[in-house]
């Protein structure tokens, strides 16, 4: 176990990670607790368009659950992101995802233009993990889900990222992400094809709580996630 004490204004806080050491691999694996924000975070209820919920590392080296509340209004294609402080790096993602929102909204909806709207993403950080470091495909997917007004299926991760060029990234230490996708609530995932073969070192048991579908680019994982298919 893995604690830190925090004295803020008189009062004392514990910063708690549970972990324990695998035996066949060496790696230290964390485990959700209570005090963390655990428990089921993502809802069974349907939810708003724009209003993902994804598992990402976080700055302070832990998985964590964050829940994106996008917005959009009539303007002329501006883009803002909170939650984040003024840290620059933690936001050149979801820039880096608007850029290519921008790019590809024609393949996504024919009728819309990104020029007639200003968009706003809130990120709200549920486990104490800090700023997430890999949700460019999830900000993406967010952006097309509030200007179709289509919401993303319920209890659905969507695992992997993309580039700046739009490349699939798979998914790095796949067991220890479904387990938090599993603890947490979700039902469903969608993994980048190219993260296939890493599902072998998932537990059998498992990998068969979850409703799995695969895309191929991040189009496709627009498609599959608002079930536009």
């Known amino acids: 176990m893995k604690e830190q004490l925090k004295k803020i204004g008189g009062m004392e806080f514990f910063d708690v990670h549970f972990s324990y050491i695998d035996n066949d691999t060496l790696e230290e694996r964390f485990i959700t607790v209570p005090e963390q924000g655990g428990g089921k975070l ?61 790019a590809k909204l024609s393949r996504i909806s024919g009728l819309e233009k990104f020029s007639d709207h200003d968009f706003q993403i809130h990120i709200v950080e549920m486990q104490n993990t800090r700023f997430p470091t890999g949700t460019t495909l999830q900000t993406f997917v967010s952006l097309a889900s509030v200007i179709t007004k ?9 695992l992997g990222d993309i ?47 979850f409703q ?18």
């Open 212 to 229: 799995t579908g695969f895309y191929s680019d991040a189009i496709d994982a627009v498609m599959k996630a608002l079930g536009m298919e």
């Open 42 to 102: 993502i809802p069974e209820a349907p939810l708003a368009p724009g209003t993902p919920y994804c598992i990402s590392e976080g700055s302070s080296g832990h998985l964590g659950v964050y829940r994106f509340e996008t917005q959009i209004i009539p303007g002329h294609g501006s883009f803002s992101v909170s939650g984040l402080g003024s840290n620059a790096q933690a936001k050149e993602p979801f820039k880096i995802a608007f850029d290519y929102f921008k």
């Open 150 to 158: 289509r919401p993303i299926q319920q209890q659905l991760i969507i």
């Open 163 to 209: 580039s700046l060029g739009g490349s699939v990234i798979p998914v790095t230490n796949l067991a220890d992400v479904l387990q938090v996708a599993f603890d947490t609530g979700a039902r469903r995932i969608l993994l980048p094809m190219s993260s296939v073969t890493a599902i072998p070192t998932v537990p059998g048991e498992l990998f068969a709580k």
